[in-house]
């Protein structure tokens, strides 16, 4: 397989996906029989999500247990050494000293002990099942296979049942589709829109279709902060590998016109991204927004050194803040960063930061050893994203959350084994 997406001479666009499932059917007939069936089972991982949270859950969870139990039997450290890995445990020690010193041990202790799946999960894609460059573009192709598969759904559901309340729920019946787009689908986005403008021309065409018509459905799932995220990350994707500026503008352009005609066409849709996003920015003390993030700077005042425990928020917010009228209690704070300090306190925060930090910057240190690769060179978008500190965000403990967006951190960080130099 070669070591970078570029055309092959000779090769169409039809030439290309015959060889890359070519080589993916031979790098599985490779492995014994066990392992070759444990990665297929990793693959499928993007059309999992799809289901629901528990299958989903019990996917990444499996994945993660198996490899610790595979390092464990093989005594295998070298992993250890990245700074990222003992960044993750060590925010993971400070949450478990939390949880057992808050005033919720028992709850609290669960869900910080449980948490360390999603970045396990995240380790064994990048040391163990994503070590082979044809299975990681596999997995890539598998996660843009569930990107399409999404956007067919959500297209069906528009149709059929049209929206409700501004919103979009199929396959879930929960409100979270858009969730899946924006960071289980987020790695795979990021890479077609920078082929979308990049000098590849026999992608650039459909890469440009799909995702046009994949941020199309984002506005109308109605997830406002998904969308940006999904925007801002395609377009600094595209300016980062090797860009046809001409076509980037193009490109912009046309996504420029096309959210706009689903504005004039659907008033609801462009009230809820336009008149009441504004409205709704934390300016002004009736915020949504501002009195969400109220309620984790009380709970913060009320153990600033190591938190109220993970997840505790959610059981005491009403308590903490019985008595501030400016505070909306919610089952978290709506910001990575205001919880991570509310339920872990300053030592966490700075904990925290190191761990995040520390996986964009070594997204980003793979991206620059690998420029010619679209995958690695855009890596870093992919955490750097998901972890921006100005944004309201779903729960940092949570499950479905963690699910999506840990999905879109651990093929992200496999990008390191795209290095030319790495056999």
């Not at 299958?55 to 250890?80: H, K, S, Y």
């Not at 948490?115 to 999960?121: A, D, E, H, K, N």
């Not at 919880?339 to 997204?363: D, K, N, P, R, Y």
Request: glycine share 8%; proline share 5%.
């Amino acid at each position: 397989m070669e070591n970078k997406i570029a055309s092959l001479p000779g090769l169409t666009l039809w030439g290309h996906i015959l060889k890359f499932w070519s080589d993916v059917l031979t790098a599985l007939a490779e492995m014994p029989k066990a392992s070759r069936w444990f990665h297929i089972f990793w693959l499928s991982g993007p059309l999992i999500l799809l289901i629901e949270r528990s299958p989903a859950d019990a996917w990444l969870t499996i994945c993660a247990l198996a490899f610790l139990v595979r390092v464990i039997v093989r005594r295998q450290t070298d992993w250890l050494r990245f700074f990222w890995v003992k960044a993750v445990f060590t925010f993971w020690g400070i949450c478990l000293v939390s949880a057992a010193l808050s005033e919720l041990p028992t709850y609290s202790l669960g869900e910080a002990f449980i948490w360390i799946r999603f970045p396990l999960f995240a380790m064994a894609s990048c040391f163990w099942l994503g070590t082979d460059k044809r299975l990681l573009y596999a997995m890539m192709g598998t996660t843009m296979l569930g990107m399409v598969l999404m956007s067919g759904i959500l297209i069906a559901e528009v149709l059929i049942v049209g929206q409700q309340g501004g919103r979009l729920s199929w396959p879930y019946g929960d409100l979270v589709p858009g969730n899946y787009l924006a960071k289980a689908g987020l790695p795979a986005f990021t890479v077609l829109v920078a082929l979308a403008v990049s000098s590849e021309k026999q992608f650039a065409v459909p890469a440009a279709f799909i995702s046009l018509v994949s941020i199309i459905i984002s506005v109308i799932t109605g997830e406002r902060v998904n969308f940006i995220l999904r925007a801002c990350g395609g377009m600094l994707a595209a300016v980062v590998w090797r860009p046809k500026w001409l076509r980037l503008a193009v490109l912009v352009a046309i996504e420029l016109f096309a959210i706009i005609v689903v504005f004039v066409a659907t008033p609801t849709i462009g009230n809820r991204f336009v008149d009441s996003f504004i409205a709704q920015l934390p300016t002004n003390a009736d915020s949504p927004y501002l009195r969400v993030w109220n309620g984790g700077i009380d709970a913060f005042q009320t153990a600033p050194i190591l938190g109220i425990g993970p997840d505790n928020y959610r059981k005491t917010c009403n308590q903490i803040s019985a008595t501030f009228s400016d505070v909306d209690c919610h089952t978290h704070p709506h910001n990575y960063y205001i919880q991570i300090l509310a339920e872990t306190g300053v030592i966490g925060l700075f904990s925290g930061i190191v761990m995040l930090g520390s996986i964009i910057c070594f997204c980003f240190v793979t991206g620059r050893r690998n420029r010619d690769n679209v995958i690695a060179a855009t890596a870093f978008v992919v955490p750097l994203g998901l972890f921006f500190p100005i944004q309201t965000t779903a729960d940092f403990f949570g499950q479905w959350n963690n699910i999506f967006m840990w999905s879109a951190v651990a093929l992200a960080l496999a990008g390191r084994n795209l290095e030319t130099s790495r056999p």
